[in-house]
């Protein structure tokens, strides 16, 4: 079925381990982003991407990376975990029309200890 | 920078009646988009209904409708004949018109359905 695909779903990470999560979409989808969710947070923005080969930061960048060699994958790096990243983790996309929502993945739950 | 503030953290409703969450926003744009996303226990996001700020008329969709104030700016979920499958976070969220921009969310509404 067509959509977005997050994997994993849960990962345990120890502190200053580093951890690449995976999106990838197949709807042709030019916009990506990436947002974590914490209790009475709602969705906060780390970093999202136009196109292929273009991305910036969102609201929360700091100790996160992304790239988009393709209009289809868009994975999420983690350099050095924090506990403080410990959250639930989901990737969207969507067409570029600006009317469009977005379609999320099924989101990853990160637990730093 | 745009923000969306949704003042009620959780809601209840008895199953077959009528509840309304609240959302409001903040944006100096006159043309933009408007979303409601619900999130069941299963944390998929599903998007409940969306209404273009150049529209007057306010959008439906089967037992969800929303009152638009645009003045006011103000965008309000209402839920008829709520079942028990409603129970889900609603998250309240913003879109510029112009230029590739993310949505921005509010931080969720947690409604509840007695049976």
């Known amino acids: 079925n067509a959509g977005v695909t997050q994997t994993p779903k849960f990962q345990v990470l120890k502190t200053g381990q580093s951890m690449t999560l995976q999106c990838a979409q197949d709807?042709?989808?030019?916009?990506m982003s990436w947002y974590r969710q914490d209790p009475g947070m709602g969705l906060r923005l780390i970093h999202y991407?136009?196109?292929?080969?273009?991305?910036d930061q969102g609201e929360v960048p700091n100790g996160y990376n992304v790239s988009r060699s393709t209009t289809e994958d868009f994975p999420l790096r983690l350099l050095s975990a924090a506990p403080s990243q410990t959250s639930v983790y989901f990737c969207?996309?969507?067409?570029?029309?600006?009317?469009?929502?977005?379609?999320f993945g099924s989101g990853t739950r990160l637990t730093v200890v | 920078a745009q923000t969306v503030t949704q003042s009620q953290p959780e809601m209840s409703v008895q199953e077959a009646e009528t509840v309304t969450l609240s959302c409001t926003y903040d944006?100096?744009?006159?043309?933009?988009?408007l979303f409601w996303y619900k999130q069941p226990p299963s944390r998929q996001m599903i998007l409940v209904i969306r209404?273009?700020?150049?529209?007057?008329q306010n959008a439906t969709e089967n037992r969800f409708s929303v009152n638009f104030q645009k003045a006011a700016k103000s965008f309000s979920l209402k839920i008829s004949d709520s079942q028990l499958g409603d129970a889900a976070m609603y998250f309240c969220?913003?879109?510029?018109?112009?230029?590739?921009?993310?949505?921005?969310f509010g931080k969720g509404t947690r409604l509840s359905v007695i049976a």
């Open positions: 991407s136009v196109g292929a080969g273009i991305t």
């Open positions: 969220a913003y879109r510029r018109y112009s230029g590739n921009t993310p949505l921005v």
């Open positions: 709807m042709n989808h030019e916009y």
């Open positions: 969207a996309s969507s067409y570029s029309g600006r009317s469009y929502g977005y379609t």
């Open positions: 209404q273009e700020a150049y529209k007057q």
């Open positions: 944006t100096s744009e006159s043309d933009y988009y």
